[in-house]
């Protein structure tokens, strides 16, 4: 019955091939005779992975939606017995491809492997405290935010001072890069020689955002400090020196990063292999600070590792903590509820935004989808917000009020007389799309708007690159400084010949015959995945008409806060309803390693 369960499963595409075959592996390692109970463990470990999980609960193993009859499935503490009674499932510590923890979490080899080592480095480094002239600091700080309302701001850069580890979390608006730029301000000023610094974000585009964000952020500080901070941010793959012949890094534990101070934005794109080759590559004395908003999708991979970072808040901390940071702040109103320092400590939360206003339909509509609640979501979309349309179309009302949005927006690149013209209009507005096949999904997005494009005779019938076209990269190309999720524009140039122009760090355009570009897609909409680290004047949001397995709270909020000024969402009501109720859940020990419950301590397995 489980053979065939696997195989309708298959079909169904909630498995993989490869994850029937990892069991069949397992299933024959371990045992001389058929052995379904194992066949079972061992493919929902690997598919656990395929959908971006770290670990298989065996107690979550009902909910899977293959699993229409939960009597087919053995019984927990007999499962547990039995997998634990063959040789290819082990217990925390143990050498086997399977490993199964006293929570019944059933993890690859692998991936228990990473999980234990990320917490045991992170405990570690929380563990750290640094000693600064607190007096000297306090000046610094008040020259740093004159301003009485800085609150949380100035406290995660005392924090910042103070430990060795620090994870900032705060939405869109919220002055993320504006804290990490005093940050570093303080720190070069506390120190006798120049610190050693390094910039990181897990895409390019997220990266060159970290760029053009800190510059703007130096302006506002006096010359002499903004000269002592980079402004130059890596990859994360070019950080660590990724080898893509071997799937290694030339930076490990090793051959470590030369680093005093390492920044690294939009965390909550890092998966737990990646996490966990960072922390391999960089010294125990490197200070850590990781930049995220805990409300936005998980990474693509295996794990859900700043979520799982941001389990608790200010509410944790500890007295001693909390004198600490009054005595470097001059506040007087922090006081602390937890006994003894924590992970809690090292995390800190940016509440007020600073672009969304009171009056902004985006920041309301984000915290409403926030909330899980349809009822506050429908009294958001009742109000009246100058930044906020939503209509609930479907079929061919949809396709039409479709295409009259994109042409209004995108016409603007046509109408452009320069290359920079151009390049800027591609820039301000986008169209999000939770999936990409179906009605509502990029390819067929795309398709549209191309199909509409050449009736109104903007571009030419008989060709797929014509002047205007933006694009994304899909893959990284080292050599050409192109990463996956970089967008351009094809483009003639002065001698009349088209290319594909992106833009530099600094700003300025570069072109690349369109024959060398690595594997593109058309950009005029792109997944909402694919948008996360980016931002738009303007975006128009399209969920699909149908539910998807995709949908959730986290993709719903992600995509509606990539817009700055504007934004167009179109829906069924039913779905929206159903995009906010349903939470992304990623099965991870993580969270249970950094934050032990009462009696329970920190893992060191």
Known sequence: MIQTLLQQALKRNDIRLLDLHIGKFLEKKGSNRPHPELLLAGTLASAAVGHGHVCQPLDQVTNLPFIADSSLLPDTDRWRTSLLATPVVGRPGDLSPLILDEKNRLYLYRFYQYEASVARDLLARASQTRKIETEHARRLLNRLFPRQDAGDQQLAVAMAQITSFLVISGGPGTGKTYTVSRILALAQALVDDPLRIGLAAPTGKAAARMDESLRLAKQSLPAEIASTIPEQAHTLHRLLGYRPDSDTFYHNR???????????DEA??????????????????TRLILLGDRHQLASVEAGSLFSDLCQKTRTSWSDSFCKKLNNLTGRDDLSGTSPAESMAERVVQLNTSYRFQDTSGIGALSAAVNSGKTERLHRTLAMDFPDLEVVYLTGKDREHWLSVKLIENF????????LEQAFTAMEQFRCLCAVR????GVENVNALIQKTLREKGCIAQETDLYPGKPIIIRRNHYGMKLFNGDT????????????????RADNSLFPIAPARLPAHDTAWAITIHKAQGSEFTGVLLLLPEEESQVLSRELLYTGITRARNSLALCSSREILEHA??????????????????????????
């Open 580 to 605: 906010v109720r349903k939470k992304t859940c990623r099965y991870s020990g993580l969270a249970d390693k950094l934050w032990p419950g009462p009696g329970e301590t920190t893992t060191k397995s």
């Open 254 to 264: 090793h051959n470590p990063l030369r680093c005093d101070l390492l920044i690294v």
């Open 411 to 418: 016409e603007q690149i046509f109408l452009a007389t320069t």
């Open 488 to 503: 351009g524009l094809l483009w003639n140039d002065r001698e009349g010949k088209l290319r594909a122009w992106f833009k």
């Open 268 to 285: 909550s794109m890092i998966d737990l292999p990646l996490m966990n080759a960072l922390l391999q590559a960089l010294p125990t004395t």
């Open 437 to 440: 096949k179906g009605p509502s």
